[in-house]
């Protein structure tokens, strides 16, 4: 299939298309694919009618749901759903024990003298505890995999409810119960899609249900969270902390309070890095252009209606 790439030519995903039998040519005007890799305001407009199938190399496409882009009648879409699962789990489970192990607290004391307030604190996995990864799709999978050494139970929940490999239970993210999770699982690791349902998904009444010795990752999309009501939260003692590689407002002001909280963690969305994702958005792309001209659906592809 003939393929172009805007606004910016990977050579690296190029060379990886090419190896497997696409064409890579320059004029839009011939190109059936699309390899597309910025917000939606670079895209051609309108997208040119040749153009039957784009690739995306990020998972999130809220941008391109929002303004409108993702209709019935254009052309079918392709995300990097997936393709992260190694870096942004590893990533997770790296905030997770940062805070459970109080790193911030060390380093920014940057003396020995903190010693006694990380030993009153600190929260080990292996003591009988329970993570819940809220979207486990491939990131929970394999984050699923990653917890299974630290011998802790694990809560998946995902859209149907269907059962998770690795997950001791699973449970539907509209079901009743929910409740239940949010009161009694330790830790909580983020990784939903943004979508209407689960915007601000744990507000100042799902932060009520958690222990108070609880910790909430979050390395899906900033808005999963109320931010006002997660700093009442931080500030208070409702829970005891939060470990955060997306944000809202994002990125985050310099001089928001958040970060001013010795039991909040803030990375600058480097769950997964620009490098990996020129390293690795070429094999995607070979495997939804080759679906693509099969005439299958692609393992990536983007549901429209559903904005994911």
Same mark, same amino acid.
């Given at each position: 299939m003939k393929f172009t790439m805007l606004p910016t030519v990977w050579d690296e995903t190029v060379a990886e298309l090419e190896a497997a039998g696409h064409e890579f040519v320059e004029d839009l005007a011939q190109a059936r694919g699309l390899v597309f890799n910025a917000g939606p305001e670079k895209l051609p407009d309108p997208v040119p009618?040749?153009?039957?199938?784009?690739? +995306? #190399?990020?998972?999130?496409?809220? #941008?391109?749901?929002?303004?409108?882009?993702?209709?019935? &009648?254009? #052309?079918?879409?392709?995300?990097?759903?997936?393709?992260?699962?190694?870096?942004?789990?590893?990533?997770?489970?790296? *905030? +997770?024990?940062?805070?459970?192990?109080?790193?911030?607290?060390?380093?920014?004391?940057?003396?020995?003298?903190?010693?006694?307030?990380? &030993?009153?604190?600190?929260?080990?996995?292996?003591?009988?505890?329970?993570?819940?990864?809220?979207?486990?799709?491939?990131?929970?999978?394999?984050?699923?995999? *990653?917890?299974?050494?630290?011998?802790?139970?694990?809560?998946?929940?995902?859209?149907?409810?269907?059962?998770? =490999?690795?997950?001791?239970? =699973?449970?539907?993210?509209? &079901?009743?119960?929910?409740?239940?999770?949010?009161?009694?699982? &330790?830790?909580?690791?983020?990784?939903? #899609?943004? =979508?209407?349902? =689960?915007?601000?998904?744990?507000?100042?009444?799902?932060l009520g249900k958690m222990k108070s010795t609880a910790v909430v990752v979050n390395v899906g999309r900033g808005p999963l969270i109320h931010t006002d009501d997660l700093l009442a939260a931080l500030r208070d003692g409702t829970i005891a902390g939060a470990a955060l590689d997306v944000t809202d407002p994002e990125p985050l002001p310099d001089d928001h309070p958040l970060w001013g909280l010795d039991n909040c963690l803030i990375t600058p969305h480097v769950a997964n890095t620009p490098s990996m994702v020129r390293a690795l958005t070429g094999q995607q792309a070979v495997r939804n252009f080759d679906a693509f001209e099969a005439g299958e659906t692609m393992p990536a592809e983007v549901d429209g209606k559903a904005g994911y």
């Open positions: 009618e040749n153009i039957e199938v784009i690739q +995306l #190399p990020f998972a999130g496409v809220e #941008p391109f749901n929002d303004a409108g882009l993702l209709a019935a &009648d254009g #052309p079918r879409w392709a995300n990097g759903a997936g393709l992260y699962a190694d870096t942004v789990a590893e990533s997770a489970l790296s *905030l +997770l024990l940062a805070q459970l192990h109080l790193l911030k607290t060390a380093v920014t004391s940057a003396s020995f003298d903190s010693a006694d307030t990380i &030993d009153a604190h600190k929260q080990w996995l292996f003591e009988d505890k329970t993570v819940a990864v809220i979207g486990a799709g491939g990131i929970g999978v394999r984050l699923l995999e *990653l917890l299974a050494p630290h011998r802790v139970s694990t809560i998946a929940v995902n859209r149907s409810g269907r059962p998770v =490999t690795g997950a001791d239970r =699973t449970v539907a993210i509209d &079901d009743a119960a929910m409740d239940e999770v949010w009161a009694t699982a &330790d830790y909580f690791v983020l990784i939903m #899609p943004l =979508t209407d349902q =689960t915007r601000h998904m744990v507000d100042a009444e799902v």
